[in-house]
């Protein structure tokens, strides 16, 4: 059963900062050590000093990245940099983009939830890593709040929760981020739109499609502190704002890639542009399975010749359902069984931006470029509710939610 409960939000305060575009990031977990430079010049009071602090000589268990974190988030709230609402609250969300040249708006939105254990109610769909989390617990018990929300869905076919997010009022925060991402914030404190909200989501499933290392965090440090809630933002997945974009693959120096190795698994086609690739990538997907290659200035169309290939390939090892994901056959047919590369780090890099992945290949830091379609909504709910993980970067929901719009201060 999913509890949700309204929180007085912390916010930065407006009458200091009527624009907040200097002090707002991108999840932490998408700041390279280059934006991570980069927002620590923006301004002094920016939100990446609360979530992904530099390490400094001298660090030691009493003074390190995460008690400064601590002390800012402190510092910040008596001196007003921050101040917190005086009601409690649901924070619907709107933003509006572009994504090849066409334009969406996403609704949905930010408030706690009781924690549930993962499968009860709470579904992942992709595997986690220790590190990742023990970074996450380390500031999650030094400074003992979430600054990031876990990304969440829901089913609301008929749309029962529309009206109550149609927002007529103006909203808190109206900014654009460095993507040309429109981001509206609200603020709903109204008893029967809440009411509303709770009894509706106390009966829904909800699938985790970012966040999967603070959710779990946020069950580890429930044991030590006893705070039984995380922020989350909701969006229903039959939204048509609700953009999942692929992860391509960038296949590094191998002297002896060869695209013939394909044939015997894949018709391969060549074509004239990137943009026709993925035109034509698009429109042969179903029921086949399509990927692109971009190498030495050329691109080429693979469409998969037998469909039971992962049959053969992985056995009774996983579902059918998980052997259909493009992203397994591209990691297991592709990389590991054609291109038989068994150091998957030192092999391969990932990114969701195929412009940069063809500029990297014209510039001879990667031999090619491996281009999948999206993992669909439907794929990812099937495999959730079977429990059964998918391989990882099957997915990059796209955009990114803003840190530093709303937090939340463990209470109790």
Not at 231 to 240: A, N, Q, R
Not at 297 to 315: C, S, T
Not at 374 to 383: A, G, N
Request: net charge neutral; with cysteine.
């Amino acid at each position: 059963m999913i509890e949700i409960v309204p929180f007085k939000g912390i916010l930065y305060n407006q009458e200091r900062f009527p624009d907040i575009s200097p002090v707002v990031t991108p999840p932490y977990d998408v700041i390279s050590a280059e934006q991570q430079e980069m927002y620590y010049q923006n301004h002094p009071y920016n939100s990446i000093r609360l979530i992904l602090g530099k390490d400094q000589q001298g660090d030691n268990e009493a003074n390190n990245k995460y008690t400064r974190a601590g002390d800012y988030f402190r510092t910040w709230l008596t001196e007003e940099i921050l101040k917190q609402d005086e009601c409690e609250a649901i924070y619907p969300l709107t933003q509006e983009f572009s994504y090849r040249a066409q334009k969406f708006i996403r609704k949905g939105f930010i408030t706690l939830i009781k924690l549930e254990e993962l499968g009860s109610g709470v579904f992942p769909h992709e595997k986690t890593l220790s590190r990742p989390k023990q970074d996450r617990l380390n500031l999650m018990l030094a400074t003992k709040a979430n600054f990031c929300q876990v990304f969440a869905l829901y089913s609301d076919k008929e749309g029962i929760l529309d009206e109550c997010l149609n927002m007529e009022s103006t909203p808190v925060i109206d900014i654009k981020d460095e993507n040309m991402v429109s981001n509206q914030l609200f603020r709903l404190t109204q008893p029967t739109k809440l009411k509303k909200i709770k009894e509706v989501m106390r009966a829904k499933d909800i699938f985790i499609a970012d966040g999967h290392h603070r959710y779990e965090t946020a069950l580890n440090a429930r044991k030590i502190l006893g705070y039984n809630f995380i922020m989350i933002y909701l969006t229903k997945m039959e939204g048509s704002g609700l953009t999942i974009l692929p992860t391509h693959r960038l296949i590094r120096n191998m002297p002896h890639f060869q695209l013939s190795a394909f044939e015997e698994f894949f018709e391969i086609k060549k074509v004239d542009s990137c943009e026709e690739l993925f035109k034509k990538m698009e429109e042969v997907r179903q029921p086949n399975h399509s990927f692109g290659i971009y190498t030495a200035g050329k691109n080429y169309l693979l469409v998969l010749k037998e469909r039971n290939i992962m049959d053969k390939l992985m056995g009774n090892k996983h579902s059918q359902g998980f052997k259909q994901l493009d992203v397994s056959i591209l990691q297991t047919l592709v990389i590991e069984h054609i291109l038989k590369i068994n150091d998957i780090e030192a092999g391969i890099s990932y990114t969701h931006d195929e412009k940069k992945a063809k500029l990297l290949v014209d510039e001879n830091k990667y031999r090619a470029a491996l281009f999948l379609n999206p993992t669909r909504i439907s794929q990812m709910q099937e495999l959730s509710l079977q429990h059964e993980l998918m391989p990882q970067k099957s997915t990059y929901f796209y955009p990114k939610l803003l840190t530093g719009l709303v937090m939340n201060k463990f209470t109790g």
